[in-house]
Structures are given as structure tokens and as C-alpha cells.
């Protein structure tokens, strides 16, 4: 799968966790809130890790613009990491509690916004469809080692099925996505 799908499509399954997080805060659903909160954690512990040891070394010198993106990134993963120490020392519960998790939200959702925006086309332009093939491969199977579940797993599900995991998960964009973009999108474990 090329690197900058694989990548969108972590974003867009931590999208659909951060809508369902937020629904939870809504609904004053705190246990729902926490169980959302650590998948989040989880993911994203996974996702800037592929990034910083992977995709972000590999594409760094593409260009002035993507070394200058990539720096930010680095800085937003601290933010991120920072924010997520914090909450694993603190109560699941309470104001401060659901205020530190709608800034991590709001952080990471700018974070992803700013990759797929300013440093994804011309990471895109700069490369091979085979480099970005190549590197996806990469990403994939580190994403495996540190416990995503594999791709193929999610590919042995039928279009129908992964329609309705990505319905329950909130994935935005799932209407339009074909099969194996649903697949790297949703997690399979449900």
C-alpha cells in the first residue's frame, strides 16, 4: 500500500475514535470516554513511532518544505507524547481529565491536517508510485511488530463488512472509500 494512504488511513481510524470520544463527552459517558481515550493512546502510540522511525527519515530530504514539515511533525508528535504522560498519571475522570483529552484531540487533529495538507503532496510529487509502495510495505509491517493487526486481516473481511466496522467506527470519508482502503482504515478487531 502506498505510505501516504496507509498513513491517511491511520488518521482517518483516529478520526473516527476522536468523533466517537466526543459523542462520549457529550453524553456524559465517562466509561466510554476512558476505553476511547487508551485506543486513541494506543494508536497513536503506534502511528508517530512508524513516522519518526520510518516515514519521516525517508522523505526529510525530498525538499526544503518537507524537512521544515517533518521538523514540525516532530515537534507535534513532543506535544502529543507529552499530553498522553500526562493522562496516564491522572484520574479517568474529572474536568481537567476531559479537558487534556479534547487538546490532545484538537492537537493531533491539526497535526494531521497540517501532514495531509502541506507535506503529503509534495511527498507525493517528489516520489516514485513504487518509492511510496516500497515505504508503505515498510510502515505496514513496523505497524505489525508494534501490534496493529495486519492489513490481510481486515482484507479477508467482505466490502459489506468492513462497511459496517467503518460505519461503527465513524470513519469519515467511508462512503467513498473502495475495499482496500476501507481496510487499512478500519481496525478489524471492531
Known amino acids: 500500500m502506498d505510505c501516504l494512504e496507509l498513513l491517511t488511513a491511520d488518521h482517518n ?7 466517537r470520544c466526543n459523542d462520549a463527552d ?5 466509561e466510554s470516554m476512558r476505553l476511547l481515550t487508551k485506543k486513541i493512546v494506543d494508536e497513536l502510540k503506534i502511528h508517530m513511532t512508524i513516522e519518526e522511525e520510518i516515514f519521516y527519515p525517508a522523505v526529510r530530504g525530498e525538499s526544503e518544505e518537507i524537512s521544515e514539515t517533518v521538523y514540525e511533525g516532530v515537534e507535534e ?3 502529543a507524547k507529552v499530553i498522553v504522560e500526562e493522562l496516564a498519571a491522572m ?43 516500497r515505504l508503505g510495505a515498510r510502515l505496514e509491517k ?23 466496522l467503518a460505519r461503527n467506527q465513524e470513519i469519515p470519508g ?12 478500519v481496525d478489524p478487531r471492531g
Open 13 to 19: 481510524r483516529v478520526r473516527g475514535l476522536f468523533k
Open 26 to 30: 457529550e453524553r456524559d459517558d465517562v
Open 77 to 79: 508528535h513532543h506535544v
Open 91 to 133: 484520574e479517568s475522570e474529572g474536568d481537567t481529565w476531559k479537558a487534556k483529552v479534547k487538546v490532545l484531540i484538537e492537537s493531533v487533529e491539526h497535526h494531521a491536517d497540517e501532514e495531509e495538507d502541506d507535506m503529503f503532496p509534495p511527498v507525493r510529487s517528489k516520489t516514485t508510485a513504487e518509492q511510496r509502495e
Open 142 to 164: 513496523r505497524k505489525v511488530e508494534l501490534g496493529a493487526p495486519p492489513l490481510e486481516r481486515a482484507l479477508d473481511l467482505t466490502k459489506a463488512e468492513l462497511d459496517e
Open 174 to 185: 467511508r462512503s467513498k472509500m473502495k475495499k482496500k482502503e476501507l481496510a487499512a482504515t
